[in-house]
């Protein structure tokens, strides 16, 4: 039996649509089937829904019963830690034989882990695993292409890419390829006690990118370099929580001392998943990246 976490999440959802897609069976852990109906998880064949909270080691039982493998996913917010460690002693008492974690501490990237909250608490996870006795394997991406979707109001009302970036490069990877790991990987099992490090296939400045997105919808799209403070205000006003900004110019901060970026193919190559560039993300999404209704 294969559990995984964090289904009506933005990996979670593409996960589920690699089994689908395959015509695998996989039981997923969702904290309200409310929602998971919304996301229509319900509909998914193959899809076997249970309700539990991976905070709460009372409410798993039904989701850990006869599982062997378990793909760890929660959100990026500051109970992270004691969710996905609490999870992984649960996990450990009802004899789970492995553990997927979907980390985030992609290894050569230069961050200093300690810098930069989310990497920190990827980290101490990743240690409380590796302890916990359970055989572990680590699934560390760089940043997701997706996460430039996020960008579609600018892009879409004004031409304008605008992000505190200046002229460094980044090469964000595609959930879709995270997703055919996740799944080859939960199939089949082994890279027991493995980091595997995933990112694009390109390091992109942000003009590069503003070029592919340009490329996609058949309209220019510039690229304003703004100062962290000047993101920070506007996240503010849009309503991220203050937490949030803090953890986004800590990593900027980082990522502006180290303007190279990796590419580590490594990942894609073992599970056979031929790497999505940027441009193919990109024309997937050109309705997306217009403002079309998905956006
Ligand atoms: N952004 C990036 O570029 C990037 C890059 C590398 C790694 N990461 C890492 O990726 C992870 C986030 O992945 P994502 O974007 O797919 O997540 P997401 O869209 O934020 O979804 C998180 C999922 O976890 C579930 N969840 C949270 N707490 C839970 C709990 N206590 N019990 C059960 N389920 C719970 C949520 O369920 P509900 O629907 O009930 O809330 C949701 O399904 C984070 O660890 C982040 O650090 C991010």
Redesign the pocket.
Known sequence: MILM????????RMTISEFARERHPVRV????LA?ASEAGLDRTPGVELVE????RPESLCAALDRVERVLM?????PD?VE?QCRFIDTCRRARVRHVVK???A?SGIGYDPAKFR?TRM?EEIEDHLEGSGLAWTHIR????MQ?YLREVPDIAAKGVLRLPFADIELSPVD?GDIAKVSFRLLRDGGHEGESLDMTGPEALTMEKIAARISAAIGREIRYVAISPEERRRSLLANGVSVGFADALDEQTAERLKRPAARVYLGTHTVFGVRPTTFAEFAQRHADDFRGGPAA
């Open positions: 976490t964090g289904g009506t999440g933005l990996n979670g852990l969702v904290r309200s929602k539990g909270d991976m905070a996913i929660s959100s990026a917010t992270m969710t979907f980390s985030g992609e989310f990827h991406p760089s940043q997701f996460v959930i």
